[in-house]
């Protein structure tokens, strides 16, 4: 482990800090850290850099209430910058978007043909993004602008596609249906501030309370 003492901090006392969404690897700011910061951090596990502008310490979320839990703190090979991964608990950049750095300069395609490979992690991205900036002619956007209530009935609609469909024995459409059905889902988790975190960890409680359970019969 790498102290405090080896961080090299530059001329005016300050080291970057690149932020990383602990469960997206996304970028969510560049901010810098004194060692009276990086102290501060570590002792609350919560970001707190240095604000150049205003020349004080700046605890991320003290007034926005967007607090950025640290998970780990990693040095580079010559000490002299970090790279914080955090669970945010809501937008980095204080326009409102998830990250600072969300306007593309350039982006090379994958062998697919796709700029990006899909993951569960990189939709609820741009799902919240619809939401806290939104975007003209976008489904998401609307289904946030007209609430909860539209959010429900679409996640019943698309309920009962899936069961028709799986009725119907039709694969290929069940898995249309059921893919319909998740995004909705993920929709209606930003509406409620319900994170993928939260239903991992339901899902992995039920498989410690199965494990208890099968351990417990086979012991009788």
Same mark, same amino acid.
């Given at each position: 482990?790498?102290?405090?003492?080896e961080?090299?901090?530059?001329?005016? %006392?300050?080291?970057? =800090?690149?932020?990383?969404? =602990?469960?997206?690897?996304?970028?969510?700011t560049?901010?810098?850290?004194?060692?009276?910061s990086?102290?501060?951090?570590?002792?609350?596990?919560?970001?707190?850099?240095?604000?150049?502008?205003?020349?004080?310490?700046?605890? /991320?979320?003290?007034t926005s209430?967007n607090?950025?839990?640290?998970?780990?703190?990693?040095?580079?090979?010559?000490?002299? =910058?970090?790279?914080?991964?955090?669970?945010?608990?809501?937008?980095?950049?204080?326009?409102?978007?998830? +990250?600072?750095?969300?306007?593309?300069?350039?982006?090379?395609?994958?062998?697919?043909?796709d700029?990006?490979?899909? +993951?569960?992690?990189?939709?609820?991205?741009?799902?919240? %993004?619809?939401?806290?900036?939104g975007?003209?002619? +976008?489904?998401?956007?609307?289904?946030?602008?007209? %609430?909860?209530?539209?959010?429900? /009935?679409?996640?019943?609609e698309?309920?009962? *596609?899936?069961?028709?469909?799986a009725?119907a024995?039709?694969?290929?459409?069940?898995?249309?249906e059921?893919?319909?059905?998740?995004?909705h889902?993920?929709?209606?988790?930003? *509406?409620?501030?319900?994170?993928?975190?939260?239903?991992?960890?339901?899902?992995?409680?039920?498989?410690?309370?199965?494990?208890?359970?099968?351990?417990?019969?086979?012991?009788?």
């Amino acid at each position: 482990m790498v102290n405090v003492e080896e961080i090299k901090f530059d001329e005016k %006392g300050l080291v970057p =800090a690149i932020v990383v969404d =602990a469960d997206t690897n996304q970028v969510l700011t560049l901010a810098y850290m004194n060692e009276e910061s990086l102290r501060i951090s570590l002792e609350k596990k919560l970001t707190c850099f240095w604000s150049r502008s205003r020349q004080e310490l700046w605890l /991320k979320g003290e007034t926005s209430g967007n607090y950025q839990h640290i998970v780990s703190i990693t040095a580079d090979c010559d000490r002299d =910058a970090l790279v914080v991964k955090v669970k945010p608990d809501g937008p980095a950049c204080h326009l409102g978007t998830w +990250s600072c750095f969300d306007y593309p300069v350039f982006e090379a395609e994958s062998p697919n043909g796709d700029a990006e490979e899909f +993951s569960y992690e990189g939709l609820m991205e741009l799902i919240r %993004g619809r939401k806290t900036e939104g975007k003209e002619g +976008s489904y998401t956007t609307y289904l946030f602008e007209k %609430g909860l209530d539209k959010i429900l /009935k679409k996640v019943g609609e698309e309920s009962t *596609e899936v069961i028709i469909a799986a009725k119907a024995e039709d694969k290929a459409e069940t898995v249309y249906e059921i893919a319909d059905l998740a995004y909705h889902v993920m929709v209606l988790m930003v *509406e409620a501030g319900i994170s993928l975190d939260e239903i991992k960890d339901e899902l992995a409680s039920r498989h410690v309370i199965d494990h208890k359970v099968k351990q417990e019969k086979m012991t009788k």
